[in-house]
């Protein structure tokens, strides 16, 4: 008996000597580890929360460790390396450095991604085996910049035009004094030049407006069938010369928030375009309705469609589908910009359905609001059924 409990003691000394020979080992090996790839300082994570550019922290082994909320553009995934062979270079950089200069380069953002994104980045040493780059996206700016240029260049060139001409019949009208018929014929061009610089840089006022103002100034309640009417008033004699006829229907009562001066400007170019695109004895349809928490203002003409390749860049300043006739008619190249502008103000958006030869409908969706208590139709406060009255009596240009 006394042999069996000797055993058993010295059964279990061994067995405790054993684990915890195993426990000391494990634990060697954890410190050996953790001195090998030492943890992230905490102040690392917490400080990329509070960055806005995007940044990134990779190991020795450039494989992606933290990554701010602002880098899910970049596609870094923790575990995986950087897929932008040129930050790992700037990454490379810094570990022999200790820091790389800010470089300006284009890199991708992800697998899946088309067109290059310009950037500003930079990396910096974090300790011994981590490397922090930093990437500001400026593709933004450089979009801004060049449309900037662009603008100064395509309105430098469309001012020259006018002016010239008016230069041109200036001598032309002092040359011909003695000549009844061409003084008149002269002076009835340099009437037309005239009018189309008034218009041009008028347009090129109102487009700078929309686009600089932070908010819309004079903001209100406005009655969709006023600002539908004021677009065909303001297009009515321009309508009947073209021999081209304006339709109004729909939904009626309708109202939206903002300006009422800028949504019938938006329209009426709208209406504008309609009629100098559309064939003679034809006519433009302004349809409203209302859909979905949404009003709807649909201009459609029956005129020659806007081509394919053509329907993303209507909307850009000084674009032209047809040079010819936009010359003939004095257009400007920035009715659709300021809708277009003029629309996103109003919280809205501009749709486009065209075929050619089948004529072109453009879709103003804004947000709708109730009416407003007391509304009034033509200045005046309505007995009860004479809006729908007035309405149906409602003529069109």
Request: charged share 25%.
């Amino acid at each position: 008996m006394p042999q069996e409990l000797l055993a058993l003691l010295v059964g279990v000394v061994i067995g405790v000597a054993a684990t915890l020979t195993i426990f000391a080992a494990r634990r060697a090996k954890a410190r050996a580890i953790d001195e090998a790839s030492p943890q992230l300082p905490d102040a690392v994570p917490a400080m990329l929360d509070v960055l806005d550019d995007a940044a990134v922290v990779t190991d020795a082994s450039g494989n992606v460790v933290a990554a701010s909320p602002t880098a899910t553009w970049l596609g870094a995934l923790p575990g995986e390396r950087l897929e932008q062979d040129e930050l790992r270079a700037l990454m490379k950089v810094a570990r022999q450095h200790g820091v790389s200069e800010a470089q300006t380069m284009r890199i991708r953002s992800g697998r899946l991604s088309r067109e290059p994104r310009l950037v500003i980045a930079r990396a910096a040493q974090i300790g011994r085996d981590y490397v922090l780059v930093s990437v500001r996206d400026i593709s933004e700016q450089e979009r801004l910049q060049q449309m900037r240029q662009d603008f100064i260049q395509n309105t430098s060139h469309e001012l020259k035009t006018p002016v010239g001409a008016i230069a041109l019949l200036a001598e032309a009208l002092e040359v011909a004094a003695d000549d009844p018929d061409q003084v008149r014929r002269f002076s009835e061009r340099m009437s037309a030049e005239a009018d189309r610089l008034g218009q041009l840089t008028g347009r090129i006022m109102n487009l700078s407006r929309l686009q600089a103002a932070d908010e819309l100034i004079d903001i209100g309640p406005v009655a969709v069938d006023e600002v539908v009417q004021g677009a065909i008033e303001a297009n009515a004699v321009t309508a009947k010369a073209a021999l081209v006829e304006v339709r109004s229907g729909g939904d009626k009562g309708l109202y939206v928030h903002g300006d009422s001066r800028v949504l019938v400007e938006a329209v009426s170019n709208l209406i504008s375009n309609a009629v100098a695109y559309s064939p003679e004895g034809s006519h433009v349809g302004v349809g409203v309705r209302s859909a979905e928490g949404a009003v709807e203002i649909a201009v459609t003409d029956q005129g020659i469609g806007i081509a394919d390749g053509d329907q993303r860049r209507v909307f850009e300043r000084f674009f032209r589908a047809d040079q010819a006739r936009s010359r003939r008619t004095g257009g400007t190249g920035l009715g659709l910009s300021i809708v277009k502008h003029a629309i996103q103000r109003h919280g809205g958006e501009v749709r486009l359905w065209s075929r050619e030869g089948q004529g072109s409908t453009f879709t103003i969706r804004l947000p709708q609001k109730n009416a407003p208590d007391g509304a009034t139709f033509g200045g005046k406060r309505p007995k009860k059924g004479a809006i729908k009255k007035a309405l149906r009596k409602e003529t069109t240009a």
